[in-house]
């Protein structure tokens, strides 16, 4: 018989509704001892939380952050507030020894992120951040296929993030273009780092190059007022992994058309992999040694020989879509938390991520390619 | 505020499940005026009943479909059963007046389909049939291009559903081989039969070839004793529209390699449509009158802008997947139900399906042409 | 030391010039026995036919196409003037015992074909038929896939060959819409029927529908007079081939924003193959048997491992365009020659497709399936 | 009436082939002032050259390359063996003041490059260099989408030039790993910047990575003696341009799997472009301010609506192959010679390739960031 695990929601933008819904969904999908339960929502001000517990289905709304980590009725604290806010909040829940989920990028800052890091791993307290596009079960495919040697010795990794949603000039400043911890660097450039770590392991050095497009945005949707712009739209790679393979990351805001490309190309010696999030239920697989004549990339669709396909369709080729991934990320996180485990990414893993990522901002600021273990 | 729907899911299959997803997450996805419950679930016994309702998250269980039907707190009657038995449930929810959700196709026969639509009219029932391929989003903007005139008067559509887990004529024999009802005409062929008129209307003739590939099959898997197969494996029409269009429709489960090849080409005399279901976040488009030299066919990818997207996920080309059809059916179900009108498509839909079905039958068996009104 | 061979070319529109591209390089790319040599060009009158030769290459010109084929210079008649002129010039040149290599389709009636076919055999001549897609390494290698059983029994196949040349209503009228002989079905049809036939074999039986979609055109471009047409600009059938696989195929010249869709999925008991002309260097083969969770399509592209494909080129992937197709074929036509073996597809194989695309007529005039053996 | 122009090749291997299929052809394709005679071959020894000029179509051979400058039938010297070599051989031409098309890279190192560019100019020559991929219509269309402002100010590029011809590690080693002038960024990454130079302008600085991943090679196809190799596999650059847009450019020749993969990436304010040599008859266009729910990038097919189609195909979509154009790029340099211009990518413009790639070598081996114009 399943558990009730109590769920406290800090936010109720994009991601809090992504969240939101993979808590209602997960338990039906997969088979967990361990039963979520909408319980407390956080946002702003009570109105705003009162409407967003009613939109997403949670019992309870407060305007208080700090009271929802506090209520005795929240086993669970899943953070999606501003990146900034972050460290208070991962903080204080880190106290009330309660296990956090928090989005990603971790923190604003490199110190930061080892500080929370630090004080859940002092608490012993379990984590995850929401680099949701791992849980893909193509992407655990590809991982596999690496891990495996299926295409021996990986030479070198092309990888993008891209899409356009700052594109426009008029798009207006956000906490995302926040000079501390903000930029499309952190905003995108993690996910194309995290896959990076996730798929080939640790990046010892890189050199980069980050660049603003748009120097000022107005400071609202529509307004004449504007505020200029430090931190990046679009940043540029190359990496040096510690496993011996080179390449270049890439990662921007402002590529016109592009919406959700995470893609990524790896050649080894025995095979590659193609990848893009765009059609992220396929992935491209060249083996070296097939028969003459008949060789070439393979599309491999999803399915339910790959992990955590099943559960949500037994039939192959009929697709998982973006709020999918999430609950596959929130089965893995309660999963652990049932079985006394820690689970991945935690935040150790979104420090890691973050130091290459401010490794990336001290390159091309100094113009000099940076050893990740000197960050 | 949102009232209270009691479900009342009879079947636990591949799309009993699925409807528990939806109904589990339709009401945090979309702002619903009724709010449904996952009140009772009926299988073959108590047992089996009992742990789907475990599994799927429903209050209670029971081994008496016709208990369900009667049981006060069930308010929608959703049927997942095998085709043949569909006539008796849904009969019996009509005359419990109650609104029936129920699955593809709706009957074995079309004699079947028009008396279950006969009683649910004659009861002023509400009704809709799982035909959810129906909700994508991108095959709903296809059917606002051609209905805007987007692409002019439509010439041909050429169209497919093609899948292989027929494939192996070891796959053994199953309620979809039934003489009665059965074949992949009626099993996948409904859905592109369904797509088609849902694009371009009525289909006023059909000639058609129907084949049995595959001419036994073990009675269980990996049973040594077969039995004889009647029904078809591979089908192919070719269809006159009534509005003028030409064109074919083909159906196989045995189609190796595919997964899910629900296809279709469309061409106007102004522009033309393509699609395949096993890239169902995309739509491709050329319209005539592009700029020379620039033209070409535009990959429009799902977002936002188009209908029933949003919901999910507010940043376009992040994609839907399989199980969010089945919310957005759900969804037009329930606002349907709340609104007081008539859910889409209903009984009387799908008999017209199933009289394309049951003209491309005839037209097979006899091989001549058949005018569907004559079915 | 190769031995030299006097063309004679019939004809300089894009036809034309695409036989003397083939004629001039072929002696480059493949090594021969006969070398040709642009010997003489007959067009409509001295003055076309000499500025043919000069843009063409060729040595002389006349405007009489029947000195061409009695100069004793002339070796082998090869013939690009409009459908309904074939049978005399083929006719004539058999007289002069002189091989004939002429575009397709053959003749404007099946009569006339069967006549050609009938004189040419009775001679001895040497025959070839410009069906250039069927020399595409790639063509080559699916045939190759079929014939060696790599895909198992065939099951299904669907065809289609649209563009969108007359796809304008003010599109003129020209000799394709010939009501001897022209018309959708003869054009793009026998492309389609030609690719059936060389991967599939015989067809036993057809049933088709044509449609005249646009009634008039201007009698010229720009003209305001308009003459009727009464041939087909969109045709589909259903097939069933001798060998027990049944299917579609469809042709259309008015299938808006296609240029070279000649494209077909093929299924087979153990695989399946995709192909389209709008990739020509591309196939896409499904094998069953695969490793599980690493199966799908493989997109082999053209290389040195494909028949015909080295002498382009000795680096894979680096592809052949359009007119390396005729090249491939003039290789053929030339080595056959050497070899005193006969040319496929000569005119026989002409003849049959030819009878498939009268059965298709038939078919449709009546609304009856038609057995090709009895057209 | 076409002028003859003498034409004499050095080499007769892949490159030696591939132009005189281009001499031959490009009469019948263009109409042109000059018409190209297949003159004089020189290879290594007089058997060799007999030999090739046989399969190539030459009228004389030779063993000396000196004795095929100073022919007086000549015009033309065409020159396709070992980069090593080019230096000697083009300043010999230069001296015999004839036209040079030579293939790339121009030269082993940057000094010899300049030295035969100034060499050039002085003497007044007209000098072509082989990168073949720029004449291809849709590169040119690519162009002209940039220059004319199609898609905004350019932000970013990223390209690569990735093929598997050396994944083999016992792929014997050649000239193409001399230390002088070798490795993968000197043969691949020239097309790659040469593709970022025409189409995005200069390129002010590059920070870049060099890899040789297998250290050693047999000194033969089969051989047990093994050489160790200096030069890089796989190559990876952070560019920026002149004109303010950043990004990466990367070369493989051990990418396993990959043919041609010679792909760019450009995103600009206003729209974006995406490639690949692998379908090089298409390009990817996004154009931003499109109609909202109806944008997506456009697939354009190349047509005679772009430059340099339109003589090989009067009709859309049949494309072009590799030999095509190399067939282009002839043309363009007897219209140059004949009209007396200087033809493009001169040795001006090769020098300026080379510049970036000695810089990529200079950035690699310093560890640094590497101002072209310093080099």
Redesign the interface.
Known sequence: MARRLGVGLIGSG?MG??H??AF??V???F?LELQPELELIADVDEAAAAAAAD???FGRATGDWQALIADPAVDLIAITAPTHLHREMVLAAVAANKPVYCEKPLAGTLAHAREMTAAAEAAGIATLVGFNYLKNPIAQ?ARE?IAGGE??EI??M?G?H??D?M?D?DAPITWRHDPVGGGVIADLGSHIVSLARYLLGDIAEV???L?T?HGSRPVAPGAAERRAVTTD??A???V?FAGGA???L?A?W???????QLAF?I??????LAFTQ???NELK??R?G?E??????????S?P??PDYAP?????????????MKVIEVKALLTALADGTMPEPGFAEATEIQRVVEAARLSAGE???IAVQDV
Not at 294 to 301: K, P
Not at 313 to 318: D, L, Q, S, Y
Request: hydrophobic share 35%; with cysteine; net charge neutral.
């Open positions: 994009f509704r992504a939101a819904l209602r969904s338990g039906t999908v088979e939109a997403l289905g495919v296929i295409i021996g030479v070198s092309r993008v891209a899409e949603y594109a000039p050199s980069a190059t660049r497009v739209d679009d540029h790679m190359l040096r080179e390449g270049t890439s921007s402002v590529a016109t058309g592009r919406k959700m190309e050649a080894g010696t025995r095979g590659s765009e059609r992220f697989l060249y070296a097939q003459p004549g008949r060789d070439g990339f393979t599309t491999i669709t399915g020989d790959h949500f369709c037994p039939a192959p080729g009929h697709q998982l879509g973006f709020n999918d113009g000099t390619w």
